[in-house]
């Protein structure tokens, strides 16, 4: 699956860029006045090759999984509260589920490795492939089949949504100490040093718990460095089951031609490893916010991204990834609702444009 996946990706096609950004500046405002939101929508309707889009119907899938890592103490909280967590999201509670209520996208939330019985909660999609991973920093994190199996989970629910008609899908995920393999992801295929891609994560209060976790991480890289040569490899040997779910969402929807919102430092580790597997994936990705995590700083600047926005959040679970699908949508419906010049038979030049109806000089 993952390899007819891959196969199915291609870029967009440059050569409608031109009349995108024609429309654009044929709309009735300063060229470029709106700035990131024109981008935005010359990004969307690139990516879906639709010259009237929408994003109405918006999904965000959350996957759930735990952390053998934990072992090492780098974490003030155990993966019991994973069970706890997921539960809230379900009942409409937590963040993620909060902020999508409030931005009108529906929540999916996936267990692809909570480290508990979970059958019970009829609300979550069970798709359960071990009990969380194995500590990474003794052996690897997933077998290729464990990884290759989560991956397959994350290219399914991409299917299901545009099978569903979803028009804008966001990425969430929960999972107890996920920032340590992500760190160890970003340190192997940017590739950067430890140092710069790690951060306190969710509570890691002190600089001797910092330097912990960054000791953990680099003993990671070296006991697993013939892996990493490889990006597949690489995310089975110091990734996460919600990881790998979450590289094969990003998969199946640009296959599928689905644009995708990259939430934080977790989803962008996943990006990353979609990234290394086919290089076109990176047209259908919009990255939602810059975390605080301080490693996401040294991620979008070497992958050259360009976050929409910047609130100081690190929660994780998919709570920028809604908060930026307003801000998605607003550039769509600027880009399919407001007047043009043309439509106006206004000439339109760089320097001036006044608005028709207008009994006043133009002042720009």
Do not use: W
């Not at 044929?26 to 990004?43: F, N, Q, T, V, Y």
């Not at 590289?247 to 580790?269: E, K, Y």
């Amino acid at each position: 699956m993952i390899q007819e996946t891959i196969a199915k990706i291609q870029p967009v096609d440059s050569t409608l860029a031109p009349a995108v950004q024609n429309h654009l500046d044929d709309l009735i405002k300063p060229r470029g006045s709106l700035g990131m939101l024109e981008r935005l929508a010359k990004r969307f309707v690139l990516a879906t090759g639709n010259p009237h889009p929408s994003a109405k119907k918006k999904r965000i899938c959350v996957f759930a999984a735990d952390h053998g890592v934990v072992d090492e103490g780098l974490t003030f909280t155990g993966s019991e509260f994973t069970p706890l967590i997921v539960g809230n999201m379900i009942e409409g509670k937590s963040g993620v589920s909060i902020f999508s209520q409030h931005v009108g996208s529906e929540l999916e939330v996936v267990d692809v490795g909570i480290n508990a019985d979970v059958s019970g909660m009829k609300k979550l999609l069970q798709r359960k492939i071990a009990l969380g991973t194995r500590n990474l920093a003794r052996e690897p994190a997933m077998t290729s089949d464990e990884c290759a199996r989560a991956i397959a989970v994350g290219i399914e629910r991409a299917n299901a949504a545009a099978d569903d008609g979803i028009q804008l899908l966001g990425t969430g995920e929960m999972g107890i100490g996920n920032t340590t393999p992500s760190s160890a992801i970003l340190a192997a295929l940017l590739p950067s040093s430890v140092r710069e891609v790690t951060g306190p994560g969710a509570g890691l209060k002190n600089d001797e718990a910092l330097e912990h976790k960054i000791e953990v991480i680099e003993r990671a890289l070296l006991l697993h460095q013939k892996a990493l040569q490889d990006p597949f490899q690489t995310l089975a040997a110091v990734g996460g089951l919600e990881i790998a779910a979450l590289t094969g969402l990003c998969l199946g929807a640009a296959a599928r031609r689905l644009p995708v919102v990259i939430d934080g430092f977790i989803a962008s580790a996943a990006a990353l490893v979609a990234f290394r597997l086919s290089s076109s994936v990176a047209d259908y990705l919009f990255y939602s916010h810059r975390s605080a995590e301080p490693g996401h700083d040294t991620f979008a600047r070497e992958l050259g991204v360009e976050p929409i926005l910047q609130l100081g959040m690190r929660l994780g679970e998919g709570t920028g990834a809604a908060l930026a699908m307003n801000i998605i949508e607003a550039s769509l419906k600027m880009y399919t609702e407001m007047p043009t010049f043309s439509s106006f038979k206004v000439e339109n030049t760089n320097h001036a444009r006044c608005f028709p109806a207008s009994s006043q000089p133009c002042v720009y």
